[in-house]
């Protein structure tokens, strides 16, 4: 059965300081990947998504990048992280973009 | 802006009773989806209806969806302590461009508070 990680589950950083959050998924192959932010009390916000290895596109502008270095990773960086980064990150896959989506356990970021 | 918008933004009901919720959305879809998230967890995808359809069952739950209105509600029936959560609603695009991002846009969600 497929499964999705996320790590870490929990992440407090200060201002200015670089990002690093991973996502894996396992029992599938070629999936499309995609990052998700929701701040408290909203909906989810599509931050980015991958089609392939090295595949990404954008929906934002913002200072977060993304990039896949593999077939079932995505990860999500940023350089310089602002304090409205703050909020739950959550990783997706899917096998068809018209399909069910199926999520990861989810980042909660606090940036001080 | 939000494709869908879950009405009403939060609920509260006594345990036994039944919950409904709506979504409204803007645009024509290929399919609707609604998802349930616990607090602080991920979503967990409950159910799909296609454009094509006009109602879906599976277990507790009944998803409708009226293409003409754009309006789908989701109804839990015998509601337990256990569907405390927020609901979201998504929408496929119809004009799906062979993109990875023509997929789901969400609402802000329904919070269901079931009371014991």
């Known amino acids: 059965s497929q499964t999705i990680h996320q790590w870490p589950a929990t992440l407090v950083q200060p201002v200015g300081s670089p990002l690093s959050l991973e996502c894996t998924v396992e029992g599938t192959s070629n999936p499309n990947l995609y990052w998700y932010r929701q701040a408290a009390g909203r909906g989810l916000q599509l931050l980015f998504y991958?089609?392939?290895?090295?595949?990404i596109s954008s929906e934002v502008p913002q200072n977060l990048s993304a990039s896949r270095p593999q077939d079932r990773q995505f990860i999500l960086s940023s350089k310089k992280l602002l304090l409205s980064d703050s909020g739950f990150y959550l990783c997706?896959?899917?096998?068809?973009?018209?399909?069910?989506?199926?999520f990861g356990p989810g980042t909660r970021l606090t940036v001080l | 802006s939000q494709q869908g918008e879950e009405d009403p933004q939060a609920l509260s009901i006594q345990e036994g009773e039944n919950a409904t919720m709506n979504c409204s959305y803007k645009t024509s879809i290929n399919n609707l989806q609604w998802y349930r998230q616990n607090s602080g967890r991920g979503l967990v995808h409950l159910i799909l209806?296609?454009?094509?359809?006009r109602e879906k069952h599976s277990g507790r739950l009944r998803v409708t969806l009226d293409t003409s209105k754009k309006s789908s509600s989701l109804l839990i029936t015998a509601s337990r302590a256990a569907d405390t959560a927020s609901y979201f609603c998504a929408t496929v695009l119809f004009m799906y461009s062979g993109g990875g991002a023509d997929g789901l846009t969400f609402g802000k969600g329904t919070h269901l508070i079931i009371q014991p």
């Open positions: 997706a896959w899917t096998s068809t973009p018209l399909g069910t989506q199926y």
């Open positions: 991958s089609v392939g290895i090295g595949q």
């Open positions: 209806i296609r454009s094509n359809e």
